[in-house]
């Protein structure tokens, strides 16, 4: 039984940051691309980032481009999203999903297994 544990979320301020966790197990982590989504209240599920089984290849939506960073260990079967400059747009469930092959993909429909989510509030 393949299973995403999320970790990480909160409140915090604009212009603060957050690192996101997510650890898999049931599943061989180190041949599948790892992914970030988040969805906001009344909005469609959105790609955020993903990266590829070694760590090496990474993508980012515009939206958070140059804030945030998805990182993974492949030791620990665990992917991170660190998310600096938060603004109030940023306000979503967040949600880490494994990839159907080791490439990286921004479409909802690569990916095949999804945790719970983590809230991620920014506000002041």
């Known amino acids: 039984q393949v299973q995403l544990v999320e970790s990480g979320g909160g409140l915090v301020q604009p212009g603060e940051s957050l690192r996101l966790s997510c650890v898999v197990s049931?599943?061989?982590?180190?041949?599948?691309?790892m992914g970030w989504f988040r969805q906001a209240p009344g909005k469609e599920r959105e790609f955020v980032a993903t990266?590829?089984?070694?760590?090496?290849?990474?993508t980012y939506s515009a939206s958070v481009e140059g804030r945030f960073t998805i990182s993974r260990d492949n030791a620990k079967n665990t992917v991170y999203l660190q998310m600096s400059r938060l603004n109030p747009e940023d306000t979503a469930i967040y949600y880490c999903?494994?990839?159907?092959?080791?490439?990286?993909?921004?479409?909802?429909?690569?990916?095949?297994?999804w945790g719970q989510g983590t809230q991620v509030s920014v506000s002041s």
């Open positions: 999903a494994t990839g159907r092959s080791a490439n990286p993909s921004s479409a909802y429909r690569d990916y095949e297994y």
């Open positions: 990266v590829s089984w070694s760590g090496i290849t990474t």
């Open positions: 049931g599943r061989t982590f180190n041949r599948y691309s």
